[in-house]
């Protein structure tokens, strides 16, 4: 912002030059982020069915958002969503700081280790999906043979057919393919920390324990936090992984909020309910990236002191 | 939105010859012999019609994909393609959007045509698509585990229980029983076996005595009586045909292709060693099979309409249903072809038996909203198979569902659309 005193004319100059070149960008996210979000809420007021046209194209008002809030399917969509979220990041943090840790330490092959723990990270998700899906085929999957082999089952199960043992596949398959690039952003946090810290902290007599719990932690933290956006942030809109594996089922019971939307959207035609659901579905991650923004930004700025 | 129409505008601006043949745009698919016979059909028909010209149009195999382009081409008002090739389940969708003509004024010689197939293509009090050949659901049966097709649910589970014990046999029966269209048309059979039905006009009645009967007979043959594997839960058409085509299986349920599919000695250890027959039935019932199949109809945004029905007419002549049957086993839809020798013959199965099981098929619910009926029925059907309700409580949760449905999009009770 211009001061009090009176600006010099090459400084308004060139203020105004900076105008013209920030607007190709500014232009560009009105285009592809601001126009089509309020077309979608926009349409998510109208009632708008492609496949009943005789019904035309009313404003219905907010009535679209109190199906949704209304309808059992939603609610147990969301459900999943926040389970999947949840015990699959936890996963992946946990594993990801232990591969970390491990690969943080001077051994022989330490490159080629590391270049190895991304293979599953470079696969990409619907043929990972479909990798998962052949693994725990009821009939000839790998899993099932391996599991009655060693005696922890007594006939093949068909797993994708039980509401709860259908997630395991699903969890199984996320902390696989993404634990790596969770190992990886931490790493780089170790890298970071001052050798000289743990130098001092031995000379000191701290136990492994202490230099983890005292040194390591508080200093990868913000490392962590940056896996945790992504990760939670990736997991609430699970998507191509579930229509891979399970489709949602049986019946609904793995069905995220995302895959449900993609049905009300693209199965069903219904475009002003199913963008009622992407306006949910936008609100809730938004909210999210907002606390963790701001957690994060607390944190760095503390840690910078 | 925008950018389909605009994909749709640029698609669209072909250019009108001023003179010239008339061009005719088709939709077929990419690849196989089917394609392969439609495309010589036109050809044909082309040399006799030298001012008409027909361009192939290519789409999608899955029926899905399929629907979900049509709607959206002719949601924007397209005059391309000219014809469509419809699912028997779209037809009323697509005619109550006034997507499509009715065909009444060409006078299509519908006596000739299986009632079903007629009935399931009318809407209103037109004709709007002309059934170009005819998918029915059948019981396909294992000729050397047995010497006669079980003819009731009683019966098969019985046949499949002792054919089991036959070395290499390791399911009784295969049906498609994975969350999606395949398994409500397994439903529509059963229920029909049953003496049930899922619509009555504007009404949903598929929460009866007979729907119950039918749904529990289904979750009984995996879990009690255990002929049919659990595993056919997340099976569709091809998975089911692989278990019957290795052997493992005594009986299938399943469409004609199969059947055009499993003759070859090459790829097929059972060979020889079936035959097809209609859907088993309870007393109280009758065999029924969901009635599948392709439409012809026309776009109303057609600018040549009349040249568009003289291919439609063309394409649905006797011979070339006869050829379809026999480069495809395709079912023809003219009940006059059921009379000859030749279908048999064409499609190796006695034509007696043909008759019977394409008399047997029956529409699945004629409505314009039917895809969204059958999601609803999908997932509870699912629910209740998998164990995560019991046969009643999903029904009834299915039939509140559908009825509101129904209600919503101003088509409950009455049957008819309430005013346009």
């Known amino acids: 912002m211009p001061t009090a005193e009176p600006v010099r004319g090459r400084e308004r100059q060139e203020a105004r030059l900076a105008r013209w070149l920030v607007l190709p960008a500014v232009g560009t996210i009105v285009l592809v982020a601001l126009f089509p979000l309020t077309w979608t809420v926009w349409e998510s007021l109208h009632l708008h069915d492609l496949r009943m046209p005789w019904l035309g194209r009313p404003f219905v008002g907010a009535d679209n958002y109190i199906e949704a809030l209304g309808n059992p399917r939603f609610w147990s969509a969301l459900g999943h969503t926040v389970f999947f979220a949840s015990v699959s990041v936890g996963l992946e943090l946990a594993l990801g700081l232990g591969f970390a840790l491990a690969m943080n330490r001077a051994f022989r092959g330490r490159g080629p280790v590391r270049a190895a723990i991304l293979i599953p990270w470079a696969i990409p998700t619907i043929v990972a999906g479909l990798l998962w899906r052949f693994m725990f085929d009821g009939q000839g999957g790998i899993v099932n043979a391996v599991l009655v082999a060693a005696g922890l089952l007594d006939q093949p199960r068909v797993w994708f057919i039980h509401p709860q043992s259908a997630w395991v596949p699903v969890i199984l398959a996320d902390v696989w393919k993404t634990t790596p690039f969770v190992a990886l952003l931490i790493l780089a946090g170790l890298q970071n920390i001052d050798a000289s810290l743990y130098e001092a902290a031995r000379i000191d007599g701290a136990s492994a324990w202490r230099q983890f719990r005292h040194v390591t932690l508080p200093l990868v933290k913000p490392a962590i936090l940056v896996a945790l956006i992504f990760r939670t942030l990736d997991a609430f809109r699970v998507f191509d992984l579930i229509y891979a594996l399970t489709g949602g089922g049986p019946g609904t019971a793995t069905e995220p909020i995302a895959l449900y939307t993609f049905n009300t959207l693209f199965q069903t035609l219904r475009f002003g309910y199913g963008s009622a659901l992407s306006v949910i579905v936008f609100a809730i991650t938004f909210t999210l990236a907002l606390v963790y923004i701001r957690l994060l930004g607390a944190d760095l700025t503390g840690a910078r002191r | ?420």
Not at chain 2, 199 to 224: F, H, K, P, Q
Not at chain 2, 383 to 390: G, I, S, W
Not at chain 2, 395 to 411: D, T, V, W
Request: proline share 7%.
């Open chain 2, 1 to 420: 939105m925008a950018l389909f129409a605009a994909a749709f505008l640029w698609a669209g601006c072909g250019g009108e010859p001023a003179n010239g043949p008339i061009e005719i745009t088709f939709p077929i698919s990419a690849l196989g012999a089917e394609s392969e016979v439609v495309r010589s059909q036109l050809a044909r028909f082309m040399a006799e019609h030298p001012d008409i010209r027909v361009l192939p149009r290519e789409t999608p195999d899955a029926a899905d994909q399929r629907h979900q382009l049509f709607v959206q081409w002719l949601n924007a008002g397209a005059d391309d393609p000219d014809i469509l090739s419809l699912d028997v389940i779209w037809t009323p969708e697509f005619a109550a959007a006034g997507w499509i003509l009715p065909l009444d004024r060409f006078g299509p010689d519908t006596g000739e045509f299986f009632p079903t197939t007629i009935a399931a293509n009318r809407w209103g009090d037109s004709l709007y698509a002309l059934p170009w050949f005819v998918d029915v659901g059948m019981l396909y049966w294992r000729t050397d585990l047995m010497r006669a097709a079980p003819t009731s649910f009683e019966e098969l589970r019985r046949a499949a229980g002792r054919a089991r014990q036959a070395p290499g046999v390791r399911h009784g029966l295969v049906w498609q029983g994975a969350r999606y269209e395949g398994l409500v048309a397994t439903f529509v059979e059963y229920l029909g076996g049953y003496g049930g039905r899922i619509l009555d006009g504007g009404r949903v009645v598929v929460a009866s005595e007979a729907g119950l009967g039918a749904l529990t007979e289904m979750r009984n043959e995996i879990y009690a009586s255990q002929i049919v594997p659990s595993s056919v839960l997340t099976w569709h058409e091809e998975e089911t045909r692989l278990a019957f085509q290795n052997g493992e299986a005594a009986f299938m349920r399943n469409w004609p292709y199969a059947h055009g599919l499993m003759q070859d000695s090459a790829g097929s250890r059972v060979a020889g060693k079936y035959a097809v027959t209609a859907m088993p039935a309870a007393p109280q019932g009758s065999p029924t099979a969901a009635l599948g199949g392709t439409q012809l109809a026309i776009n109303r945004n057609s600018e040549h309409p009349e040249a568009a029905w003289k291919v439609i007419e063309y394409l649905t002549r006797p011979e070339h249903m006869l050829e379809r049957a026999e480069v495809v086993g395709q079912f023809p839809t003219r009940l006059a072809l059921y009379e000859g020798p030749e279908l048999g013959e064409a499609l190796s199965i006695p034509t007696a038996d043909l008759r019977r099981i394409v008399e047997s098929a029956v529409p699945r619910p004629v409505t314009p909203v039917y895809s969204q009926l059958s999601e609803i029925l999908q997932i509870h059907l699912h629910r209740a198979l998998t164990r995560q309700r019991t046969p009643a409580a999903a029904l009834r949760e299915a039939q509140a569902e559908m009825q509101e449905l129904l209600n919503r999009s101003g088509l409950g009770t009455t049957g008819t659309r309430a005013d346009r």
